[in-house]
Structure formats: structure tokens, C-alpha cells
């Protein structure tokens, strides 16, 4: 798989106005691919969803896209707190982020589910109090 | 097909170019590059938006449009103004004044563009409330938009509203009305649009959404507004009434204009084209959300900012809005209009994906992991020294063959330190203190040929850089320049 390119991007915790520029730049490579505009559409849409909640929860973190002829793949750490239940984050409207947060327009709790939805794969790796990894594939 | 789809009206005038990097800073599609100290722009890039042309500081951007005199070439020709022209003048308070103007100056007749975009805005009204479901739209009548939006974001192509601009419709209905007035072959009648952009001027050669358009030429509103002055000396009561439109079709002229003619609630209208640059982004990455219309333009103010008109942009909004002030709202009805025939576009905006890298994804997969590579190596200052606007886009013209890397002064600078860095380490003889000693007498066979070939390849370093013409030292051959060059460091 010597054909695999891998981008990686830092994301700063408590900045809103800033989330979102990784996904922009990823979507902006994968547009110079030449990739299908479907495919183009969930992979931004899914990592900014995961962009933002690093933001809200986690105070940043890493992430890491690679793209291989089959599929582009997602993968995002932070050293947050942990999703203490996985399956009541996954549930539409379930939040909790902060009063002050949601009153910028975010932490509606569609974070988690938007980035099922538009993902071929979602994997969730969480420890309380250590960190969550979330790796996404989105099929070519 | 259309053969030359990326046409464009923005033009450099080479002689007034000094090769700074101003224009390719300012560019929004980053198509302008500067190599051997000209500017050059990338015919499939530009989207004509005319930044360049306001931002160049040696006036060396300059638009290509048609002058006054091709009413000289027909029969009959028909003035189509845009309203943003009435908006140039002082204390206007009757259109009539321009549009009796526009007779006197030699056109036969007129239709205002303003009349038209009545039209089109009931028209979007219509197809809006049909189509609800597909919200958000967005609009079409900025030609730079849609060719924004046809090289850069695909999948909001479907968004873009299939109606015809205002002055093709009115073009459309000029020439009917012309037709059956004189009884003239349509060759034989000249519609005439006089613009305040560019990007009108591509559009009516070579139009996106329908396969030919029925402007004949475009001449600009810089030319004609002076020349009206002398005919705007009036009597009241000798004006014809001319004027046909309401406050809606006057208002396009203005940021804000299209949408105020389509009583919606939820839109939003971006003026400016980094600004509508970023809202479509948002739009692409679906951040907006319950919106039911979408007004771009590309020039700020709308097209009173146009790059062809006189008046500050801003002035041009307050003058329009006092013009319209007292003007009922639209004078102009689709069921009245029976000659337009098909209001809508005929073809649809095909995505040009002019900014992958290779023909095939592999190939450019390929393509872009050289380009991380070679971005690892430039310093990320984009100062444009290369000639590309970032160090991104000269890794980019280098994958594509268009440019080297020692375009980037500072791979070239470490290149040549190195060279010089080995040169020293041969001059320097084995076993002594003083280089300056007998280097010459030290320096074997073998030695001399490796200085050979490193100054060689420093002298080829140091002209692969392009040093325009006129920056060069007189009198001194470039060779012995750049030894003396090296000998002092």
C-alpha cells in the first residue's frame, strides 16, 4: 500500500472559530483528487462533526486522514475525558456539552450520530479519564 | 461544446507590468502567476471576477470590452443599461433623463435591464415555491459565481438557479420587440448591453446555462457615462416616457437587490468575493442551515462595485436607493411577456475539475504526495518571490510541470550555500591554515574538475532563477557577475 497518503493536522481545544479548517483542507486535497463529490461531502461533514466535539470535550487533539485507492480513512485522538457511555452518545439529542457551548450553536447532539451516518466504518476506542480514538472509513 | 469556455475579459497589458506579486496575492482562484517579471494568468482558473484589475497598482489589469462606436456595425441597435448605470449619476430622480439620454447619443432604442430582472425575479419566485424542497438555491446572475462555483465546488452546481440573467432576458426581449418594430432580420439589429463588469463581457461570448447569448456587445458603463452628460440638459416635458421598471428591477443593481425581489424571509445575500468564497464553502460543508435563498455577487456593494463603473460603490447603493424610493414596486409581468420564450436555462453547468492535479485519481494521488514532499521543503512564508501566490501552489506548478523548485529563493539560496560551502572546502588546501596561500598550486587534477563542475552548476543555479530583464546590472555578462558573486562570499 505504497499508494497511501497521510495528512495530519493538530486541533486546538476551545477555539470555535478555528474548527473546521482541517476538514476544509481535507476537503480542498480531496477535491484536487478528483474524488466523486458524494464522497468528498461525508468525509468533510464527518470530520468536521469530530473536529468540533475534540473542540468541545477534549481540548483538541490529533488527527489523521490517510487515502488510499479504496477508501479514506479517519482517525482522531484527543486525551479527553472519555465517552462514559458510548451507546447514549450515539443517540440523537443526547449532549453534554456546556450551557455556554450550546448556546453557540453547537453540542446539539448530533455530533456522534452525523459522523455514523455519513461514514462507511466508525469504530469508537474510549477510556475514561485517558482519552477516546475514533476511526472512521469512508468507502472510494 | 462550447469551444472557449474559459474565456475570460481580464486581460494584462504587458508593457505596464512591473512583476510584483500584488495581483497574484489578491487573486481568489489563485490563477496568476509571475515568471521572467510578467504576470500571467491561467486562462482555466481566472473567473474573471476583476480583483486583479482593481488591485494591480500599475493599472497593467486592465477588461476587455467593445467600444461605443460598434453601433456604427448594424441597422438598428438597442441600448440594454444596467440599472447600476443610473446609479453613477448625481441627484438622478427620473430614468427617463438616462434612457432619453441614450437616444440622443445614437442608439435607436432602449430596454432597460431592470425591466427584465422584474421578470426574473417572478420567475424565481415561482420556481422557489415549486422546487421548496431542494432549498437552498442560489443565484445565477453573477457570471463569476457560476464560474466560481463550476471550477470549485461541485456539488452545489445543482443549487445554482436555472434562470436566465436579467440582461439576456431583456437582450431576449429586445430583439423581438426590434424585430417586429422594424421588420429587420435579427442580424441586422445590434443589442448593445452596456455593463459595469468584465465578467458580462465573457459572458455574452461565450454564456454558461444556455449555448448562445443575444447580446451582441458589451460596452462599459465608464465609456458611456460621461458621454450622456451633455444629452442630460432636459425639459421635463420633452422626455419620452421610456422607463418600464419598479423598485425591484432597479434594486438589483445593488447588494441585496435579487433577493429583496423574491419575499423570502430566510436568505442570505454575500457581496465581495472572499466573502461569497467562504459562505460557499459553508454552503458546500452544509454549516448553513434553514436557508431558503442564496445572493452572491462577486464584486463588493454588488454590481455597482463593478470594475467598469465610475462612482464609489457605496455611494452608488444610496443613490439607487433614493432613485427607487418612490417607484412602485415591479412594473413587469411574465403573462405580459409572451415573446420570451423559455425563461429558463437551456444547458446545464457541467463541473470542470480544473484544479486536480492528474487525469486520473491514482495519478493524481501520486501527484499530490510530491507535492507534500516538495512543501515540506519550502519555508511556508508565500512570499510570492517564485511567482505563485503560496509555497502550495509552486509545489502544485512543479508536479504539473509548469515550474522547479529553485524557483523558491530560499531553495535556490541553501543550493548555492551549499555549492559555495564545497567549493571553500576544495580551495581550501590540505594541511594549511591560509586558503588564500597557493590554493591553485594545491589543487590536483582531480580537484580542479570537481570546481569545474561546481561552479558550473552555481553558475546554472543562479540563471535558473529569472532575473527580469530590466533588473539586471548593465554592461557586466551575467556569467562574470555571478563568479564575482561568489568569490566574495
Known sequence: MNDTLTFRYTIDGDDFTRAGEASSSVKNKLKQLGLDSDVIRKVAIAMYEGEINMVIHADGGEITVSVSDSDITMILADRGPGIPDVDQAMQEGFSTARPEVRSLGFGAGMGLPNMKRYTDEMKIDTVIGEGTTITMKVYI | ?489
Not at chain 2, 104 to 122: I, P, Q
Not at chain 2, 190 to 199: A, E, L, N
Request: aromatic residues 6%.
Open chain 2, 1 to 489: 461544446m462550447n469551444t472557449n469556455k474559459f474565456m475570460r475579459s481580464v486581460r494584462l497589458r504587458e508593457s505596464a507590468c512591473q512583476g510584483c506579486i500584488n495581483c497574484i496575492k489578491y487573486c481568489p482562484t489563485q490563477a496568476i502567476r509571475v515568471h521572467n517579471g510578467k504576470a500571467h494568468i491561467i486562462d482555466k482558473f481566472c473567473i474573471d471576477c476583476g480583483r486583479c484589475i482593481r488591485y494591480c497598482p500599475h493599472h497593467a489589469k486592465v477588461a476587455v470590452y467593445d467600444p461605443l462606436s460598434v453601433i456604427n456595425n448594424f441597422k438598428y441597435t438597442v441600448a440594454l443599461p444596467a440599472p447600476s448605470l443610473y446609479a453613477q449619476y448625481n441627484n438622478l430622480t427620473n430614468v427617463d433623463i438616462v434612457l432619453n439620454a441614450l437616444l440622443k447619443l445614437g442608439f435607436d432604442d432602449v430596454y432597460e435591464v431592470s425591466a427584465a430582472a422584474e421578470l426574473v425575479s417572478e420567475a424565481s419566485r415561482e420556481y422557489i415555491k415549486e422546487h421548496a424542497e431542494e432549498a437552498p438555491f442560489i443565484s445565477s446572475a453573477c457570471p463569476s459565481v457560476v464560474r466560481l462555483i463550476r471550477v470549485k465546488f461541485p456539488s452545489l452546481i445543482s443549487r445554482l438557479l436555472p434562470i436566465k440573467a436579467p440582461v439576456e432576458v431583456a437582450a431576449e426581449l429586445a430583439r423581438a420587440k426590434a424585430m417586429k418594430k422594424t421588420g429587420l432580420k435579427p442580424e441586422e439589429i445590434g443589442i448593445i448591453f452596456i455593463s459595469p463588469c468584465p465578467s458580462k463581457v465573457s459572458y455574452a461570448r461565450a454564456p454558461l446555462g444556455i449555448e448562445k447569448s443575444n447580446i451582441d456587445n458589451v460596452v462599459a458603463i465608464k465609456d458611456v457615462y460621461p458621454l450622456l452628460l451633455p444629452h442630460m440638459k432636459h425639459d421635463d416635458s420633452q422626455l419620452l416616457p421610456l422607463s418600464n421598471s419598479g423598485r425591484i428591477g432597479i434594486g438589483w443593481s445593488n447588494a441585496g437587490g435579487e433577493v429583496g425581489g423574491l419575499l423570502v424571509d430566510n436568505y442570505l445575500a454575500a457581496d465581495g468575493i472572499v466573502n461569497i468564497l467562504r459562505v460557499l464553502e459553508e454552503l458546500e460543508d452544509e454549516k448553513l442551515h434553514g436557508l431558503t435563498f442564496v445572493e452572491l455577487n462577486a464584486c463588493n456593494g454588488g454590481c455597482v462595485g463593478g470594475t467598469l463603473t465610475v462612482e464609489n460603490a457605496y455611494i452608488a447603493t444610496t443613490k439607487t436607493k433614493r432613485l427607487v424610493k418612490y417607484q412602485p414596486v415591479s412594473r413587469n409581468h411574465l403573462e405580459d411577456n409572451p415573446e420570451l420564450g423559455n425563461i429558463y436555462w437551456a444547458d446545464n453547468v457541467e463541473y470542470e475539475p480544473v484544479f486536480r492535479l492528474g487525469n486520473t485519481f491514482k495519478e493524481s494521488l501520486q501527484m499530490m504526495g510530491e507535492v507534500e514532499k516538495l512543501t515540506a521543503r519550502f519555508p511556508g512564508l508565500d512570499c510570492g518571490s517564485c511567482g505563485a501566490p503560496t509555497c502550495q501552489t509552486l509545489a502544485e506548478d512543479i508536479v504539473r510541470g509548469d515550474a522547479t523548485p529553485n524557483d523558491c529563493i530560499y531553495v535556490l539560496r541553501s543550493n548555492i550555500a551549499d555549492l559555495s560551502e564545497k567549493i571553500r572546502h576544495l580551495m581550501q588546501p590540505k594541511g594549511s591554515g591560509n586558503p588564500s596561500a597557493s590554493s591553485k598550486e594545491t589543487l590536483s587534477g582531480e580537484d580542479q574538475a570537481l570546481l569545474k563542475q561546481y561552479i558550473q552548476e552555481l553558475t546554472g543555479e543562479l540563471a535558473s532563477f529569472g532575473v527580469p530583464e530590466h533588473l539586471r546590472p548593465h554592461g557586466e555578462p551575467e556569467g562574470k557577475h555571478t563568479g564575482n558573486e561568489v568569490n566574495r562570499s
